[in-house]
């Protein structure tokens, strides 16, 4: 079974800069490469919104529009770990963001359905 845990949430203040890591651990299918990977928050009253994916290579990646300039992912030569940089943080930041892993597949995708295991997730939360 695919293990996912995240760190390196907590409390800033607008414009500052967070690091997430999303360390993936066990292994299911026969991927020679890493896993597609998403990264999710969920805010309260909100539903679940896509951040940012990357896919198995780590050499495609999507952003949401609202991230686009402010936040990077990326994957580790290992395959093994995740990261999600996100500079200039705003209060609309804020949430519990959760990373998932597809077991199978090259691209990256956007859809909380397309993935099959997720993480507990880490809090950010951005306030002044």
């Known amino acids: 079974q695919v293990q996912l845990a995240e760190s390196g949430g907590g409390l800033v203040e607008p414009g500052d800069s967070l690091r997430l890591s999303c360390l993936i651990s066990g292994r299911a299918g026969s991927s020679p490469m890493g896993y597609p990977v998403g990264w999710f928050r969920q805010a309260p009253g909100k539903e679940r919104e896509i951040v940012a994916a990357?896919?198995?290579?780590?050499?495609?990646?999507y952003y949401a529009d609202s991230v686009k300039g402010r936040f990077t992912i990326s994957m580790d030569s290992t395959w093994n770990t995740v990261y999600l940089q996100m500079n200039n943080l705003e209060p609309e930041d804020t949430g519990i963001y959760l990373c998932?892993?597809?077991?199978?597949?090259?691209?990256?995708?956007?859809?909380?359905?397309?993935?099959?295991?997720w993480g507990q997730g880490t809090q950010v939360t951005v306030s002044s």
């Open positions: 990357i896919n198995w290579t780590g050499r495609s990646t």
């Open positions: 998932a892993a597809r077991r199978a597949g090259r691209n990256y995708y956007t859809r909380a359905a397309d993935y099959d295991d």
